[in-house]
């Protein structure tokens, strides 16, 4: 076992080494994810996030065998990273991977140049992972979206519906679902519904998947962010003529 300052402090010492770290997982990107330094049990204040992600690492995830590349626009997103992000966004964990000191040194300390000639220069583009995760070995702790934060943007609150509207687009969506699932005909959930001030066209509509989430919805946009210990699940509705249109399927 070894730390994150310590990596980043002599990467060459770890070139292509299996190394077990343990840290907070988040800014996931379709690429892959960041491993933030942590006290055991915490998390950073928000206004911390940012400066501990530039001093993290960031880490891909290694494909499953076999795991099908969703097509994304014109890109290529693997379930395996997708996953990373359902299962361990805002977890601290202890994990093992392959370290790449090229990223961080700027250049790959095994590949000495011939005498007399200059070494290569290598320059990564945003997101390059210096680390290929392999295992998760220990999940330690798991914290909501709401304790969590992104960066690089500015945040936006969430207001709640008034009532009637509320209820309006709850029932709207559980029409949809019921066309999809028949049995969720007895379904009653607890729920709140919000308006996001950036998107004019959309509602949200959240979903208790814990005996009660008082105290504990979200009140800005990045609490919307998936994450394993949620106690809520949260869609998008889409304003229409007629109503709002729902992604398909989502409680299948």
């Not at 494909?63 to 590349?69: C, I, Q």
């Not at 709002?244 to 299948?252: G, I, K, N, Q, V």
């Amino acid at each position: 076992m070894t730390t994150i300052q310590a990596v980043r402090a002599a990467p060459a010492q770890y070139h292509h080494k299996f190394i077990q770290l343990r840290g907070l997982i988040d800014a996931c990107t379709p690429w892959g994810c960041d491993l933030l330094a942590v006290e055991p049990g915490t998390i950073p204040a928000k206004t911390d996030f940012r400066d501990r992600i530039l001093h993290g690492i960031q880490f891909d995830f290694v494909p499953v065998p076999g795991s099908p590349p969703e097509q994304t626009g014109t890109e290529t997103v693997d379930r395996s990273t997708d996953l990373m992000q359902e299962l361990y966004r805002f977890t601290e964990v202890t994990l093992v991977g392959e370290y790449d000191a090229a990223c961080a040194l700027g250049y790959d300390p095994k590949n000495a140049p011939p005498k007399g000639k200059p070494r290569d220069e290598i320059i990564c583009l945003d997101h390059h992972g210096d680390l290929q995760v392999y295992r998760v070995l220990t999940v330690h702790k798991r914290w909501p979206a709401s304790a969590g934060a992104l960066w690089g943007h500015k945040n936006s609150a969430l207001s709640p519906l008034p009532l009637q509207l509320a209820e309006r687009l709850f029932t709207s969506f559980k029409v949809g679902t019921l066309m999809v699932n028949p049995d969720l005909d007895e379904w009653e959930a607890e729920y709140r519904a919000f308006a996001d001030a950036r998107e004019q066209n959309r509602d949200i509509l959240c979903i208790c998947r814990a005996k009660t989430c008082e105290g504990k919805w979200p009140s800005e946009a990045d609490d919307l962010v998936r994450a394993p210990a949620n106690p809520y699940q949260c869609t998008i509705g889409i304003r229409t003529k007629t109503g709002w249109r729902f992604p398909p399927a989502w409680f299948e």
